[in-house]
């Protein structure tokens, strides 16, 4: 088993950043990529970035590309999610997500989430 554990979430000016944090604790040399998604007020949880648990390939979805950098420290196993230029469309829990098969869309393990409000 994995246990993901989020934070770093808060309210924030629009045009401000925030950076979110993930441990993982566990089974973590069974993982093979993480991710990030978002559910905002009312909307289904949708897909923000995601990046292999060597800290390569990172992707992102178009509503974020150029504003939000995830990476990977090794040492501390530990993903982040720097967002810079947020919008208050970025507002919703932010969860982090870990997964064993690099090559599937879908996600084993989530955090408990973390809320990020972006006033305008």
């Known amino acids: 088993q994995v246990q993901l554990v989020e934070s770093g979430g808060g309210l924030v000016q629009a045009g401000g950043s925030l950076r979110l944090s993930c441990t993982a604790s566990?089974?973590?040399?069974?993982?093979?990529?993480m991710g990030w998604f978002r559910q905002g007020p009312g909307q289904e949880r949708e897909f923000v970035a995601a990046?292999?648990?060597?800290?390569?390939?990172?992707y992102y979805d178009d509503s974020v590309k150029g504003r939000f950098t995830i990476s990977r420290d090794n040492t501390k196993n530990t993903v982040y999610l720097q967002m810079n230029s947020l919008k208050p469309e970025d507002t919703a829990v932010y969860y982090c997500?870990?997964?064993?098969?690099?090559?599937?869309?879908?996600?084993?393990?989530w955090g408990q989430g973390t809320q990020v409000t972006v006033s305008s």
């Open positions: 997500a870990a997964n064993e098969d690099s090559t599937s869309a879908k996600y084993k393990y």
């Open positions: 990046i292999r648990w060597s800290g390569t390939f990172p």
């Open positions: 566990g089974r973590t040399s069974s993982l093979a990529k």
